[in-house]
């Protein structure tokens, strides 16, 4: 159990002195392996248990809430070291047998395949499943709950189906030396950096870095949690003119542009986005620059001149409304089964949607294509070449080295499948989710898309996202019928997203071996155990919180939620049929598909024709990604991301650059997790009680930015 499982086949020592053909692997992954090294042992268990259980906690209790933080693999790799380095100092090593199966405490040092293990087992389903919005929405917003035992086994469908087509593609997503995957050499690297030996003469440690940033923002978080909410957002424009309706717009966080809107609160900068210092500075600017062509142009442009007569609705929200700007009452157009009535629906009037929302759709069309036009642009001859060197090249040395280690059958994973397989049908026929005929339709979508969208992610590290063709296919094929197209884009979308965020773990075991069966283990472990605790939060939350996913249950307000629930109703209940059609006046976004073709040709022009230039850090798909997020992320989020990232990777990256290798990363995790814990004890501490009525105790300085629009307050 403990050692890694070893074949008899061992590679000579000429192997040995082979490499990756590839620079960028070279540089990362060691050509070396010691088959001696153990790895599933106990403290793998007891580590990746606890952690698992809580970045699962956690990442859940922030989902609902208005700021999403999410903590994430950096935090595992940072404390897991010196935990498994205090384990393997204090615990016996006595040996124990059970049912004839010897193991131990403590088998010696702690190594770099166990502390792999640990982050994998943590992460492979720690951030909240896709399916818990479709339980959320059920619940909250449509009256039917699925129950407990339903959401549990509709969340482990979704999620394990994935381990299946993750396995069976190994053959062509893994093995062959072409398929790199980018993203995983910077974990190989921090890895390597955690285990090998390292000289700061008297310098402060990382871990002592993370736990001094850990205390520092745990405390500081009760300040703009509790204390101050005042100092989440700083309007400094609604501070101006409060009773300024366009000021409000414009400075507003929530249902505002964000323009001149400042925070002291790290969960603002972070929560949305990701920590800025993860994010490359180039490619911080590519994203801040699409954020400022839509939402601080574009937005302005067809707000103010009442495009679609959208004047009188806010200028920013994912909330759906009536052509008069009053709320959109799903209940009003609906049957008693939740399908769409369409008297009623003739009768109470079209749905209506603010303009930056309808561009954002528009926006995230010609996002698809645009990204497929730029990946073929700038990859389509290496992703040419690398597919016809994986069928031709021979194995590299890590797949060498990889043959010492028994593999998983494919039938573990064929097995893996007819179980997740037969049981969504059941669940989507028994409590009338999704009739058993479209759940075959939506598997189609992974089957076919996983491994061409694989090769892509492969090499470029992009990943064409496939909700919108999901969701126009179950919306032409049912429409009126709104909790069928969250299930079948669960489905068809979600499975194919699970099986490469596996695929992509899989390669980081293969560059780091880690016997196989160790790794199918622990991300079969983790996804369960995770996928249980996040739907128990889920359920305390929504039970337990009056007013959640409303504004009365700030801060559990369920901006994502939210938008999911909007979606539902905009691609199920209504259809893209009626949203789009051509008597709607939201028709005309349709043709943003073409603008995406055409938008990365000039950009690539300029920088074949000047290959020095600027041009070669722009990116377009980059740039118009953000609008994807637009919303439920507030906007001021963005902006003061971008700050966080200019600081951190521009300024300190370029001027302090020993400082920011030796602890960007252990400030951002310490950062993280100080206010992730400080967040939990105070509702904890807090949940009944209030801060006195004083300046700093109201979030809100915006007070007209989400009461209407620029027409409304006009009258």
């Known amino acids: 159990m403990f050692k890694s499982d070893v074949n008899e086949k061992t590679g000579s020592s000429e192997e040995e002195e082979e490499d990756s053909p590839y620079d960028l692997v070279r540089c990362s992954v060691s050509n070396k392996d010691d088959p001696s090294m153990y790895s599933l042992t106990f403290r793998v268990w007891v580590l990746g248990i606890i952690f698992t259980g809580v970045l699962s906690f ?7 809430r208005q700021n999403q933080l999410s903590l994430g693999g950096s935090v595992v790799q940072l404390l897991a070291f010196p935990a498994g380095y205090l384990m393997s100092k204090t615990l016996p ?9 010897e193991w131990t405490m403590n088998p010696g040092p702690f190594n770099i395949k166990e502390h792999v293990l640990i982050s994998i087992f943590a992460t492979a389903s720690s951030g909240s499943p896709y399916a818990i919005d479709v339980v959320t929405i059920k619940k909250i917003w449509y009256k039917s709950d699925l129950g407990f035992v339903a959401s549990l086994l509709f969340i482990l469908t979704s999620q394990i189906m994935g381990y299946s087509f993750a396995g069976l593609t190994r053959q062509f997503l893994v093995y062959p030396a072409a398929m790199i995957w980018p993203a995983t050499l910077i974990s190989v690297t ?10 700061f003469g008297n310098k402060m440690s990382r871990t002592k870095m993370f736990w001094l940033c850990f205390t520092g923002s745990f405390f500081w978080y009760f300040f703009p949690n509790f204390i101050a909410p005042a100092l989440t957002y700083i309007a400094i424009l609604c501070y101006i003119a409060p009773n300024n309706v366009i000021a409000n717009q414009l400075g507003d966080a929530y249902n505002g542009l964000g323009i001149f809107n400042f925070t002291l609160d790290w969960s603002t900068i972070s929560s949305n986005m990701g920590s800025p210092i993860a994010y490359p500075w180039v490619m911080a600017c590519n994203l801040f620059a699409g954020f400022v062509m839509v939402m601080w142009i574009i937005t302005p442009i067809g707000y103010y001149t ?14 759906l409304f009536k052509e008069n700007g009053s709320a959109y009452d799903i209940h009003q157009i609906m049957t008693s089964d939740q399908h769409l009535d369409e008297a009623k629906y003739e009768a ?8 930056q929302f309808a561009m954002s759709y528009g926006i995230g069309f010609a996002a698809i294509i645009t990204l497929l036009v730029y990946i073929g642009l700038h990859y389509g001859e ?7 060197q994986s069928r031709e090249m021979d194995q590299d040395i890590h797949a060498k080295l990889m043959r010492r280690y028994p593999e998983v059958p494919h039938w573990w994973y064929i097995v893996l499948f007819v179980i997740t397989f037969t049981t969504s049908i059941i669940i989507c026929e028994v409590f009338h989710m999704m009739p058993w005929y479209w759940v075959v339709v939506s598997i189609i979508v992974p089957l076919v898309f996983t491994i061409p969208i694989g090769i892509i992610q492969a090499i470029s590290n992009q990943q064409p996202g496939l909700n919108v063709i999901t969701e126009f296919i179950i919306g032409y094929g049912m429409p009126g019928n709104p909790i069928a197209n969250v299930t079948f884009k669960v489905y068809g979308y979600i499975t194919m997203t699970q099986a490469l965020n596996l695929v992509g773990d899989l390669k980081l075991g293969h560059y780091m071996k880690i016997p196989p069966r160790h790794m199918f283990i622990v991300q079969l472990v983790g996804t369960v155990m995770a996928s249980f605790i996040e739907l128990a939060v889920a359920y305390w939350l929504m039970n337990s919180i009056e007013g959640i996913c409303t504004p009365a249950g700030y801060p559990f307000t369920c ?9 539902s109703v905009l691609w199920g209940l209504i259809g893209p049929g009626k949203l789009f059609g051509r008597s709607s006046p939201y028709h005309p976004v349709l043709y943003l598909f073409f603008l995406g073709i055409v938008l990365p040709v000039p950009v690539w022009y300029m920088q074949r024709r000047y290959p020095g230039s600027f041009w070669r850090h722009v990116n377009v798909p980059v740039a118009i990604s953000i609008a994807g997020a637009m919303p439920p992320m507030p906007a001021a989020s963005v902006v003061n991301w971008f700050i966080g990232c200019f600081v951190f990777n521009y300024i300190i990256h370029k001027y302090r650059n020993t400082w920011w290798q030796r602890y960007a990363f252990s400030l951002s995790a310490g950062l993280d997790s100080g206010l992730a814990i400080s967040g939990i004890v105070q509702f904890g501490i807090f949940t009944k009680a209030k801060m006195p009525n004083w300046w700093g ?10 009461t209407g629009g620029f027409l409304t307050h006009q009258k």
């Open 58 to 64: 956690v990442n859940q209790f922030f989902f609902y």
């Open 697 to 706: 105790a109201d979030a809100n300085k915006c007070k007209l930015a989400a």
């Open 382 to 388: 290496e992703i040419y070449q690398r597919v016809k």
């Open 93 to 101: 090593t006595r040996k124990f047998s059970t049912f004839g199966w």
């Open 559 to 567: 901006i994502s939620a939210n938008t999911f629930y909007s979606a």
């Open 306 to 319: 009442n495009t679609w007569g959208t004047g009188n609705l806010p200028i920013y929200t994912a909330h």
């Open 190 to 199: 921090l890895f390597r950096t955690f285990h090998e030996v390292q000289n």
């Open 348 to 355: 109470y009037g079209p749905v209506r949607m603010t303009f």
